[in-house]
C-alpha cells in the first residue's frame, strides 16, 4: 500500500513541476494560446511525466548500485566490464564531471549504474533489449546512455588519441628492435574489417565486402596505426566500396601528414599493398632477395604482428567490435569511442591486465579473405626517399 500511495505521489509531484509558471518561462512561451493547443500540452506534459515515473518506479525495485556488481571481485569485474574498477572509477568521476547524462536519467538512473551499462553494453555481445533488462532500463533509455557515453569519450579523445612525440617515437623504436623488430620503428600501419548488420537502404551497398550463400556479409574498414605499446595512435573509417587498403590511405588525413613527412628516423611498417615512403616501410618482393633483404623481411615481419596483437587486445576485450547492430551513424561513434576507451585502458592500467583478460579473439582469422581481394596488388607507386632508406637500413642490418 505504501508504495502505491509513493507511486502515486511521484505523480503528482511531477505533474506539479510541469505546470508551474516557471516551466512555462523555461519552454518560453509567448501566450496562453488556444484550449486545443493547452490540452495537447497538457496530454504531453503527463505523458512525460508517467515516463519519469515509470522510470522510477523500475530503479526502486533495485538497490542504486548494482548489486550482482558490488559483489564481484577484482577479476570478475574486468571480466564483465572489461575495464578495472579504478578505471571504471576514473570514467565515473569525468562522467559526473562533465554532467554530460540528461537530467532526469540521472535522477532515475545514478551515473554509476549508466557508466556500467555502457561498460557492459561495449564489453559484451548481448542484445541490446538483454542489456536493458540487466540494468532495469528501458530499451531506449539505454540505447541513449550508450550514445551519451560515446560522445562523453569522444571529448576525451585529445587527450588519448593522439599522434607520439618525437620521444615518445623513440621510445617506441627501442621497444621493437628489443623485441627483434626492424631498427627505427615505432609502430604499424594497416587496416581490419568491423563487421556490422546489413545497413537499410541504398547506404547497404557501400559496406559489402562479400557475397555469400546464405546473404552478404557487411563491414567498415578501420584503418589504424598502432605502435609498440599496443596504443592507436590514428584511426580512419571507410567502407569497403573504397577500394584497395591503399585507396583507403589516400583518402585519409594521415597520407597526407605522411606525405609531407620525409625528414624522420622513425618508421612504420606496412604490408606491401600500401605505398613505399621514408615513414612507410613496405617488405621486399619478389623470389630472388638477397640474405640482408631476407632479414629485412624476417625482422620486418615481427615488427608487423603488432597490428595483430593490437586488433585481438581491442575485440577480445570490447566484444562488441565483433558484430555491431546499431545504425551507421552510430557505428562510426561507436568505433571511434572504443579506440580512445581501449588506449585508456592501456595507459591507465599495468601491462599485466591485458593478460588477465581473456584473449579469445583471433584477429587473422577474422578478416574474411577481404585482404586477399583481386583489388588488393602490390603498391607500384612510392614517395620519393622511401627507397633510398630501406637501401640504407637493409645495409646496416647485422
Known amino acids: 500500500m505504501a508504495f502505491h500511495e509513493s507511486f502515486a505521489s511521484v505523480l503528482q509531484a511531477l505533474a506539479e513541476a510541469f505546470s508551474s509558471p516557471e516551466e512555462d518561462l523555461m519552454l518560453g512561451r509567448p501566450g496562453a494560446g ?38 564481484l571481485s577484482q577479476k570478475e569485474f574486468l571480466s564483465t566490464f572489461r575495464v578495472t574498477r579504478p578505471l571504471y572509477k576514473y570514467l565515473l568521476y569525468e562522467w559526473e564531471r562533465e554532467q554530460l547524462a540528461d537530467a532526469w536519467k540521472a535522477k532515475v538512473h545514478p551515473a554509476d549504474r549508466q557508466v556500467l551499462a555502457a561498460l557492459y ?83 547497404k551497398a557501400h559496406y559489402i565486402y562479400k557475397k555469400v550463400s546464405t546473404g552478404l556479409k557487411c563491414a567498415v574498414v578501420m584503418q589504424f596505426v598502432v605502435d609498440a605499446e599496443l596504443l592507436l595512435r590514428d584511426v580512419h573509417l571507410a567502407a569497403p566500396s573504397d577500394a584497395n587498403r591503399a585507396s583507403i590511405l589516400q583518402t585519409s588525413r594521415l597520407w597526407e601528414f605522411l606525405h609531407c613527412t620525409v625528414a624522420e628516423e622513425t618508421h612504420l611498417v606496412a604490408p606491401a599493398v600500401y605505398p613505399l615512403a621514408p615513414t612507410i616501410m613496405i617488405p621486399y618482393v619478389g623470389e630472388q632477395l638477397s640474405p640482408q633483404e631476407t632479414t629485412f623481411n624476417e625482422l620486418h615481419s615481427e615488427a608487423f604482428k603488432l597490428t595483430r596483437n593490437a586488433m585481438t587486445a581491442l575485440k577480445s576485450r570490447f566484444r ?23 588506449n585508456m585502458a592501456i595507459m591507465r592500467e599495468g601491462p599485466e591486465v591485458l593478460q588477465d583478460l581473456q584473449m579469445l579473439y583471433r584477429s587473422e582469422t577474422d578478416e574474411d579473405g577481404w585482404l586477399a581481394l583481386p583489388q588488393e596488388t602490390i603498391s607500384d607507386f612510392g614517395i620519393l626517399g622511401g627507397e633510398e632508406k630501406r637501401h640504407y637500413l637493409t645495409t646496416v642490418l647485422p
Open 121 to 203: 553494453y561495449l564489453g559484451n555481445l548481448e542484445p541490446i533489449t538483454s542489456v536493458a533488462e540487466r540494468f532495469s532500463m528501458m530499451p531506449s533509455t539505454i540505447h541513449s546512455v550508450i550514445m551519451a557515453f560515446t560522445n562523453f569519450l569522444e571529448t576525451l579523445g585529445d587527450r588519448y588519441l593522439s599522434w607520439p612525440n618525437a620521444q615518445e617515437k623513440i621510445r617506441c623504436s627501442e621497444i621493437v628492435r628489443q623485441n627483434g623488430g626492424l631498427p627505427g620503428v615505432f609502430g604499424a600501419l594497416d587496416a581490419a574489417l568491423i563487421k556490422i548488420r546489413a545497413p537499410a537502404g541504398d547506404e
Open 34 to 71: 488556444t484550449a486545443a493547443e493547452e490540452a495537447e500540452e497538457e496530454r504531453e506534459e503527463e505523458e512525460v511525466a508517467l515516463r519519469i515515473a515509470v522510470e522510477e518506479w523500475k530503479a526502486q525495485r533495485s538497490s542504486a548500485r548494482i548489486p550482482w556488481e558490488a559483489a
Open 320 to 342: 562488441r567490435l565483433q558484430l555491431l547492430d546499431q545504425k551507421l551513424t552510430n557505428i562510426f561513434k561507436i568505433i571511434s569511442s572504443t579506440c580512445i576507451l581501449h
